[in-house]
Structures are given as structure tokens and as C-alpha cells.
């Protein structure tokens, strides 16, 4: 019988029971990407390459990772296949480990995210009382390996030094 390769984690996602139904969820009806939410997720965790924007006010459809520079520590995982798609809310815990904590119609944020960061706040401060985000100088603060960072224009792929 041929082996079957064991891939080890390189980066880790938490995420309460909100998110977990939402990816568990098999409704033919609702318009949550689960699917590309859960490759989004695989490549995150495996370490492969993400497109990456530091900058909010991109519409790209390839952006996969986004902080939102205008609150401290926000970011969202982004798919855009229906636009203009879905966001999930997290802060980093620790380099490479990310906790999310909402799934958010984008149709029902629209372009003013103060709700958004305000309730991640809370939601940080309900489930980890007294922790503050991780932070970090450029996206090689947060994540190891490889990623394209949309926000320095076209071909900025960057290899963070830690891994």
C-alpha cells in the first residue's frame, strides 16, 4: 500500500462555534461560500501563498487576507466569488495563529466597517479578557512563508524571514 504524506500545520486557525456552523452548514440556499472560505482556510494553515492586502479600499477579487489599516489589529479573511462576497473577522493571537470570531455578509457591512471592528472588540474582550492582539511591523510580522502582498502593486510576492 503506497504512503499517504502527512502534512504538518504551519499556521493555526481558532475559531468559535459561530464560524464552525457556518462551515458545517450544507444549505443549498444560503449564499456563505463555505467551499472557497474552507480553501482559503487549507492554504492559510499549510502555509501556502495567500494574497495579502494591508491597505482597505482594494476591490480585488483575489484578496484573501485584509487588514483593515484603520482599526487596530482587524483583519479579515475575504471571498469575493459572488460579489461582493463575505468577510470573516480575526486577530492574530500569536505569529501564525489567527482566532476568527464572525461571518459577516458584506451586503450588510457595506463600506463603513466602525460596526465591525467594534463588535470584534468585544468579542475579543468577551473570550480573551486582558490579551491583546499580536502585532506586527509588515505582514511577515504575522504570518511565515510566502505571500503576494496586493498592496505593493503587481509581482510583490515577499517571503516572511521567519519562515
Request: proline fraction near 5%; charge should be positive; glycine fraction near 12%.
Amino acid at each position: 500500500m503506497p504512503s499517504v504524506p502527512v502534512l504538518r500545520p504551519v499556521r493555526q486557525i481558532w475559531s468559535g462555534e459561530n464560524i464552525a456552523e457556518e462551515m458545517a452548514r450544507v444549505n443549498p440556499s444560503s449564499m456563505f461560500p463555505r467551499l472557497g472560505f474552507a480553501r482559503i482556510f487549507g492554504e492559510f494553515i499549510a502555509g501556502h501563498s495567500l494574497q495579502v492586502s494591508q491597505t482597505r479600499g482594494g476591490k480585488r477579487k483575489d484578496v484573501e487576507l485584509e487588514r483593515l489599516e484603520a482599526f487596530a489589529e482587524v483583519w479579515l479573511f475575504c471571498n469575493r466569488v459572488r460579489a461582493p462576497g463575505w468577510r470573516i473577522t480575526g486577530r492574530f493571537l500569536s505569529f501564525n495563529e489567527i482566532v476568527l470570531f464572525r461571518a459577516c455578509d458584506k451586503n450588510e457591512i457595506g463600506s463603513s466597517y466602525q460596526g465591525v471592528a467594534g463588535q470584534l472588540a468585544e468579542d475579543r474582550d468577551t473570550h480573551f479578557p486582558g490579551v491583546s492582539p499580536h502585532t506586527g511591523a509588515w505582514i511577515s510580522g504575522y504570518i511565515s512563508g510566502e505571500h503576494h502582498d496586493v498592496s505593493l502593486g503587481k509581482g510583490a510576492s515577499c517571503r516572511s524571514r521567519h519562515g
